[in-house]
């Protein structure tokens, strides 16, 4: 089966899609041929050896999937041959075939794409649990998304706006904030204007912004965390842009604001109940309509270095989608 195999930490665009023997199922697994796969950021640093932790050579990278059941180890209930099914893994996704543990599937919900699938299977779950749990947003609350058109911010966009909040989407330019409009975001904010702060500041009043979700790190975050409301909540999710900011601590005393780390990896580790609260919720938002995940794109599985790529070069809008089934069924 085709994979993309990676046997040495390296750039994406040195890497060669391989043909490796498919792999073997246990009592609690299953085989799911993956129709989708999400490309996510830190897909792109996983390959290169620079995520937090390595992962042992050799590796299949991709962790969002969606698919189709075709085999099932003795023990997995509640399944069958056939199904269409996504989930979360470490790793393994980017391949015709992959060996999931049945705890890692659930039922892809009719009229929901296998783009779509792959797509809500970590953004949405994390950002879910970001803003209900360490967020605890409100209806009526001000919501300030930063990065507001890629996958998280996305999102982040459409969730906080599900949840009844007002939601600011920002974003380095103008079109970038028309996607943004589009998700669902009620106002937008251009952070590439200088003078976005004043802008901020007329949509917010005096009282300024209840909650901040920032998955890009850098100044722009640092800055807006001095727009907070008092008792607002800085949800830091990812870092993008490169940078991990230092926030001085005088700010959030002032503003009796909390800084929040919002970590999806970890959840499984430490708070799985919360996880699987999270999923649950995004699962019921799926199954009746109210959510319709955002895919900005979608590349043919040999196209994989293109996909990448729209990410590292900050075009990617939307959740980044890499189809394996190029020849099959696409729906
Ligand atoms: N904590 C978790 O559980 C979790 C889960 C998923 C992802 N993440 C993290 O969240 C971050 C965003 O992931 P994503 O999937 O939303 O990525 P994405 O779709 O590529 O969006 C990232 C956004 O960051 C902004 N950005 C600023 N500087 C950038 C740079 N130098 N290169 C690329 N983008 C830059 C871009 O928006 P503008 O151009 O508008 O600034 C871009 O739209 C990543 O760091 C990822 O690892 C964390």
């Not at 930490?9 to 890497?15: A, E, L, N, S, T």
């Not at 299949?60 to 997995?76: Q, R």
């Not at 008792?231 to 959030?252: C, E, H, M, Q, T």
Request: aromatic share 6%; with cysteine; net charge neutral.
């Amino acid at each position: 089966m085709r994979a993309i195999h990676v046997t040495e930490f390296r750039d994406i665009d040195d890497i060669s899609m391989s043909d490796v023997p498919e792999p073997s199922i246990s009592a609690d697994q299953a085989l799911v041929r993956i129709h989708a796969a999400g490309v996510g950021f830190v897909d792109g640093l996983k390959v290169r050896g620079l995520y937090q932790t390595r992962d042992k050579l050799p590796f299949i990278p991709g962790s969002e999937f969606s698919g189709v059941i075709e085999k099932l180890g003795d023990n997995v209930q509640g399944f069958a041959p056939g199904d269409r099914v996504m989930g979360l893994v470490w790793n393994g996704a980017m391949a015709e075939k992959a060996a999931i543990s049945a705890t890692a599937l659930e039922k892809i919900p009719d009229g929901i794409s296998f783009s779509a699938a792959a797509a809500a299977s970590a953004n949405y779950v994390t950002v879910t649990y970001g803003l209900t749990e360490q967020g605890k947003v409100q209806p009526g609350e001000t919501v300030l998304v930063l990065g507001a058109s890629g996958g998280i911010g996305c999102a982040a966009v459409q969730l906080a706006a599900l949840l009844g909040a007002k939601v600011i989407g920002a974003a380095s330019n103008d079109e970038k904030c028309a996607f943004a409009r589009e998700a669902g975001a009620h106002e937008t904010l251009n952070y590439g204007d200088p003078d976005w702060r004043d802008k901020l500041k007329d949509l917010t009043g005096k009282r300024g912004v209840d909650v901040i979700v920032d998955p890009i790190g850098g100044e722009i975050g640092l800055l807006a965390f001095r727009h907070m409301a008092w008792g607002g909540r800085f949800l830091v999710v990812g870092f993008a842009s490169g940078d991990i900011p230092a926030l001085p601590y005088n700010l959030p005393l002032l503003k009796g604001a909390s800084l929040i780390g919002v970590d999806a990896a970890q959840l499984r580790l430490h708070a799985p109940d919360l996880r699987a609260k999270a999923v649950a919720q995004m699962m019921d938002w799926l199954k009746t309509g109210a959510l319709k995940p955002i895919v900005g794109g979608e590349y043919p599985f040999a196209q994989y270095k293109e996909a990448f790529r729209a990410l590292r070069g900050r075009e990617a809008r939307g959740k980044v989608i890499l189809r394996l089934d190029d020849a099959g069924d696409r729906s």
